[in-house]
């Protein structure tokens, strides 16, 4: 073969494997960022979560769950580092024995 040729089945070979390589990196970088946000989430809602249940409410003759100034404060930061966080609804639940 001369070397032309193999220059050419080389561009070949690479050209149908290149799509595929690219492809796959791409999925594992989409699901590294996908465990990455969801982590993020997790850790927000914990953070959220610690600081109503240690800072529960601002008035305790008229106390709404997590409307002290700290629980804010923390909300406030979690919405900086987490892009599209919501406003949290706090509901408080009683344990049960199973």
Known sequence: MSRS???GQAMVEF??????FVIMLMGVID?????????GTSEAAREIARAASVHPCSNFSACVLG???E???VIAIQKSLVPNLGN?????????AR
């Open 5 to 7: 040729r193999r220059r």
């Open 15 to 20: 050209a149908f494997a290149i799509p595929l």
């Open 31 to 39: 699901l590294g960022l996908g465990i990455y946000r969801l982590n």
């Open 67 to 69: 409307d002290s100034p």
């Open 71 to 73: 629980v804010q404060t």
């Open 88 to 96: 949290p609804t706090f509901q408080c639940i009683a344990p049960t």
